[in-house]
């Protein structure tokens, strides 16, 4: 098991930015793939970035690029997620995730959650 909790969450303006962190524990987190998704009101959720255990590979959706970044530092267990330039349609909880796989861009890969942060981005 891996038990995984989010923050950096908040209100910013647009065109500011925020950086989200999730710190892990249970299994060895240097193993796992680790991800950032969100889910907005009324929508689905949806990748924003993965990262693979060694942060050799990432991947962000074409939304993002550009503005965000994902990290890792292994030695401390967590996985950040830097969010720049932010736009009134990054508003969404946000929440981390880690997959067993060494590398992983689809989220039925990820079987751990943590409880998701939320980001509100005003106009």
């Known amino acids: 098991q891996v038990q995984l909790v989010e923050s950096g969450g908040g209100l910013v303006q647009a065109g500011g930015s925020l950086r989200l962190s999730c710190t892990a524990s249970g299994r060895p987190f240097s193993n796992y793939a680790m991800g950032w998704f969100r889910q907005a009101p009324g929508k689905e959720r949806e990748v924003v970035a993965t990262?693979?255990?060694?942060?050799?590979?990432?991947y962000y959706a074409d939304s993002v690029k550009g503005r965000f970044t994902i990290s890792r530092d292994n030695a401390k267990n967590t996985v950040y997620l830097q969010m720049n330039s932010l736009k009134p349609e990054d508003t969404a909880v946000y929440y981390c995730a880690a997959s067993g796989l060494s590398y992983a861009t689809n989220m039925d890969a990820y079987a751990y959650w943590g409880q998701g942060t939320q980001v509100t981005v005003s106009s």
């Open positions: 990262i693979s255990w060694s942060a050799t590979s990432t």
